[in-house]
């Protein structure tokens, strides 16, 4: 079956620092992958993306890392700010064109100043 | 920068009654999705939206919701009895289609409150 999940509810940093976010998922047809950011009473909003032919990609401090072999997805944020307190899903895609988003739990990121 | 429009942006309703929640979605956008979110839970799917009809729906969509898109511009989703178990905050997404163009951008929600 289908089914994303977080290993950590919650994850508490430094201002500065690193932090790594980390998602599971068991569907092994899954192609596509996204994070999103979720702020209070806000929806999800887009952070970066990657498919399954990839094992890296970097945008604005942000790095997401792909680990098909044992079906692992992380987001690298790194001088992580305040701004990043938020709480952060991994979704993935396995149907064929523009289908479903199935999400994870998500994790709540703190970032103390 | 173009983004998902969702009204209202609360919606407090009795059981049993009709709702329906709008969304505008970005304009060069193709394919649309309706996505719910209990409070404390993970984002849910419910339906996706593409050529004028439903592509891909959730167990959750059953014949008490169904979607339309009435106009060029609005896309909505309606419940038709409200029962209390459907509160939650309801997003709206959208994506442009095509190769490499399928991230989903998603409204800020509404929240239903049924009583």
């Known amino acids: 079956g289908e089914s994303v999940g977080l290993h950590l509810p919650t994850l508490s940093v430094q201002e500065g620092d690193n932090s790594i976010i980390n998602c599971a998922y068991s569907n092994s047809a899954s192609d596509y992958f996204i994070w999103y950011k979720q702020e209070s009473g806000k929806g999800p909003q887009f952070i970066i993306d990657i498919r399954s032919n990839m094992d890296k990609r970097q945008g604005q401090r942000v790095t997401v890392l792909l680990n098909k072999t044992v079906k692992h997805l992380s987001l690298q944020i790194a001088a992580t700010q305040p701004g990043d307190s938020a709480v952060y899903f991994c979704a993935e895609n396995s149907g064929e064109g523009f289908q479903k988003l199935v999400f994870g739990t998500g994790t709540r990121l703190l970032v103390s100043p | 920068e173009p983004e998902v429009t969702q009204t209202p942006s609360h919606q407090v309703t009795q059981m049993g009654q009709e709702v329906i929640l709008r969304c505008v979605p970005i304009s060069n956008h193709l394919y649309f999705y309706w996505y719910r979110q209990i409070l404390g839970q993970k984002v849910e799917f419910l339906v996706s939206f593409y050529n004028n009809e439903i592509s891909e729906k959730s167990e959750i969509f059953d014949d008490q919701f169904s979607v339309e898109r009435p106009d060029g511009s609005n896309f909505t989703l309606k419940i038709r009895s409200t029962k209390l178990e459907d509160s939650a905050m309801y997003f709206c997404?959208?994506?442009?289609?095509?190769?490499?163009?399928?991230?989903?951008?998603f409204g800020a929600g509404t929240r239903l409150s049924v009583l």
């Open positions: 997404a959208s994506s442009e289609g095509g190769a490499g163009k399928n991230i989903q951008y």
